[in-house]
């Protein structure tokens, strides 16, 4: 996927791209940045952080068969 711009409601401009090997920290940073409620919703159980194995797999994708995108 080629990473394009996209233009929010109220104007703000967000580049979305493919996740890439690197991201775990911004991965992290984000998930500490939601509210409980927004991770349970998310993942639909309790999650505190991100484990080793959940941003091992979210930072793998192949953009193929398993899709991730960051923003």
Avoid at 11 to 17: F, I, K, Q, T, Y
Wanted: some cysteine; overall charge negative; hydrophobic content about 40%.
């Amino acid at each position: 996927m080629a990473p394009f711009q996209l233009t929010l409601q109220d104007g703000e401009h967000m580049l979305l791209r493919a996740i890439a090997p690197d991201d775990w920290g911004h991965l992290q940073k984000g998930m500490a940045a939601l509210s409980s409620e927004s991770r349970y919703f998310r993942f639909f159980t309790p999650v505190g952080q991100l484990n080793e194995q959940m941003l091992s797999c979210f930072c793998s994708a192949d953009q193929h068969d398993h899709v991730a995108c960051a923003g």
